[in-house]
């Protein structure tokens, strides 16, 4: 599955205003994308109230895979955590998450795709 279109698409039906920076040969191997895609969405769902501006989004290819990242601005000092759910469905596509959080500046979600 080619993720730059994959995330195309769900800007286009979530109609998010977001910057986004997608590489092209960004692939995973998978026949069913629907756990991703909830993943996604919940990553998007989490960070629109958390700030008053456009979310960043990238797409890079590496040598061992592809990353995919997400970025808000916000002056949040605390978080609430994310869902521990998220780990195990990215398993299927043998991806991990990880986050940054500076406080009262950024948070970050990056997915590594191996």
Known sequence: MDLRDLMMMIQEKKGMKANMSLEFDCQVATDDPASL?????????????????????????????????????????????????????????????????KEGQYLQIIITFH
Do not use: C, W
Request: aromatic content about 8%.
């Open 37 to 101: 895609v909830k993943v996604i969405n919940y990553i998007i769902n989490y960070l629109t109230p958390i700030t008053d501006r456009d979310i960043e989004i990238s797409l890079n290819a590496h040598r061992d895979g592809s990353m995919l990242s997400f970025a808000a601005f916000t002056e949040e000092l605390t978080l609430p955590a994310l869902s521990d759910q998220l780990e195990d469905a990215l398993k299927a596509y043998n991806a991990t998450i990880s986050t940054t959080h």
